[in-house]
């Protein structure tokens, strides 16, 4: 299963490296990797929404999304919140652990995997954020090639 998880998420890069253009800005590219993204692994294979927030001061607005509405403004708390403040990526198997710390936009969001994206000086700038309805959806190789992805595609973009 790892070895095909890895093969889907390879297809998606080369996808995403084809479909950018020079000169696309980063709202540009996190449209472009939502959408591929969605492409393949969307409508509950295994993921029920991705996109990405912007981190403020003392919230996060969101940003390019697919599939369904979201919460914005989310505060700090929250698992984007938490991946934002520390800089590394969260995976929750499930996310009735997190408690009080749970932002939850869809009630039926069992599991979730975020990624910090990185401006120009390597500060946090927002999350690429991936939930899904399935309990323990995201391992090891979905954040290898979420982070590689992100490092390849968004991280230092204007």
Not at 25 to 39: F, G, I, N, P, Q
Not at 69 to 97: E, F, M
Not at 101 to 129: H, K, M, Q, T
Request: net charge negative; aromatic share 6%; charged share 25%.
């Amino acid at each position: 299963m790892s070895h095909e998880l890895a093969n889907r998420y390879t297809r998606v890069n080369i996808s995403i490296s084809n479909a950018l253009r020079p000169g696309d800005d980063l709202s540009e590219r996190m449209k472009t990797v939502s959408d591929e993204l969605w492409a393949e692994f969307g409508d509950h294979r295994p993921f029920s929404w991705v996109g990405f927030y912007f981190l403020g001061a003392d919230e996060m607005t969101l940003g390019p999304r697919r599939n369904k509405p979201a919460c914005s403004p989310i505060g700090l708390h929250g698992a984007c919140g938490q991946a934002a403040i520390s800089g590394k990526t969260l995976v929750v198997r499930d996310v009735k652990d997190l408690g009080d710390n749970y932002v939850a936009c869809d009630p039926r969001d069992r599991s979730e995997i975020v990624v910090p994206v990185r401006g120009e000086d390597g500060s946090v700038v927002g999350v690429l954020d991936v939930d899904s309805h399935q309990v323990g959806a995201f391992g090891v190789t979905d954040q290898k090639a979420l982070e590689r992805i992100v490092a390849d595609h968004l991280n230092g973009a204007k």
